[in-house]
C-alpha cells in the first residue's frame, strides 16, 4: 500500500524506521527565507532531510519567470537522489504552515512520476501535540539514483492559461488569501489584482482549525459547488509563485477530484509583461 495524498502522525510514526520510507522537513517563511532551516537544525522529526523552497524546489529566477520557477526535471531527479529517494520510497512531506509547502514537493514528486507521496495531514504541529519526539541530529543519508518517469501532474505555460482563457475554457483557482486577490494589498509582488476571470479559492479553505485538511467529503462538496460541471482536468491552480496553489492541487485529490493541473508562473509571472490583463476587486464586480 502507498499513500498518495494525506497521511497521519499515527501512520508515519508507525513507519520511521523503515528503510523505504523518506521524510522530508519543507519548513520555511517567505518573510525569512532562512527560519525554516534554523528552526530544522533546532528539531525536526527524526531522521527527515530538509528541502529549502528557494535552493532545492525552484529554479533561479529569470527576467521572465515568477518568483518559484519549476527546477529542471533532471536537476530535481539528482536532489532527490541526494535525499535517498529510489523508485520504491514512500516519500512523507511536511511543514508547519498547514501543508502551505509541503505540498510543493508533493506535486514535484507526481510531476516527476512519482505515486508514493503524501503530506503529514496536521503538519509538525500535529506530530508535537500528539506527543511525538523531534530531533536536532542530521539524519546519515545513502544517496541513490532517482529516475523520473511519466507525470502524475501537468504544469500549464502561460502560454497556454492565455489561449484557455481567450477561447472561455476550463476554471482558473487563486489560492491566495483574499485581500491579495481583490487587489487590497499586494506584499510580494509589483503589481496587486487577479488574473481576470480566476475564482478565489484560499488555502485555509482546505483546512479545520488545527490546520488539518477537511474531510475528503467535505472538500469534494465545497469544490462542487465552486465548479459546477467543470470537470478536474480543465482547472487550473495559480498563487503567487506557483507554490501554495499545490494545497488547492492536494485537496482536490483528497477529495477525489484528480486531473487538475498547475499554472507554476503563476501571479508573479503574469504580471512581468504588462500587456497581460489585472482584473481587481471581486470575481463578480
Do not use: K
Not at 1 to 15: E, N, S, V, Y
Not at 126 to 145: F, H, I, N, Q
Amino acid at each position: 500500500m502507498i499513500h498518495t495524498t494525506l497521511i497521519t502522525p499515527a501512520m508515519l510514526a508507525a513507519h520511521l524506521d523503515h528503510p523505504g520510507w523518506v521524510v522530508i522537513d519543507c519548513r520555511f517563511s517567505l518573510a525569512d527565507p532562512a527560519a525554516g532551516e534554523r528552526a530544522y537544525r533546532e528539531g525536526h522529526i527524526p531522521g527527515a532531510r530538509y528541502a529549502h523552497l528557494d535552493r532545492d524546489l525552484a529554479a533561479p529566477v529569470t527576467p521572465a519567470s515568477g518568483r518559484h520557477p519549476l527546477p529542471a526535471p533532471e536537476w530535481l531527479a539528482v536532489e532527490l537522489g541526494v535525499w535517498g529517494v529510489a523508485a520504491d520510497s514512500q516519500v512523507v512531506a511536511y511543514d508547519d504552515a498547514g501543508g502551505a509547502f509541503a505540498a510543493r514537493l508533493w506535486w514535484l514528486l507526481r510531476w516527476l512520476g512519482h505515486a508514493a507521496v503524501a503530506v503529514l495531514d496536521g503538519g509538525l504541529s500535529r506530530w508535537r501535540r500528539e506527543g511525538r519526539s523531534v530531533s536536532d541530529a542530521l539524519p546519515s543519508v545513502t544517496a541513490v539514483t532517482f529516475t523520473p518517469r511519466a507525470a502524475l501532474g501537468q504544469a500549464v505555460t502561460v502560454e497556454r492559461l492565455q489561449r484557455e482563457l481567450a477561447a472561455g475554457e476550463g476554471v482558473v483557482l487563486d489560492a491566495r488569501a483574499p485581500e491579495r486577490f481583490r487587489g487590497e494589498v499586494e506584499p510580494l509582488d509589483p503589481v496587486a489584482g487577479h488574473v481576470p476571470g480566476a475564482h478565489n479559492r484560499p488555502l485555509q479553505n482546505n483546512l479545520d482549525g488545527q490546520a488539518c485538511f477537511l474531510a475528503a467529503g467535505e472538500l469534494r462538496r465545497q469544490f462542487h459547488q465552486l465548479l459546477g460541471g467543470t470537470r478536474p482536468e480543465q482547472v487550473v491552480h495559480m498563487c503567487g509563485s506557483g507554490v501554495t496553489a499545490c494545497h488547492n492541487l492536494l485537496a482536490m485529490e483528497h477529495a477525489g477530484l484528480p486531473g487538475s493541473r498547475l499554472y507554476a508562473g503563476s501571479w508573479s509571472e503574469w504580471i512581468r509583461d504588462p500587456a497581460r490583463p489585472v482584473a481587481r476587486g471581486r470575481r463578480d464586480e
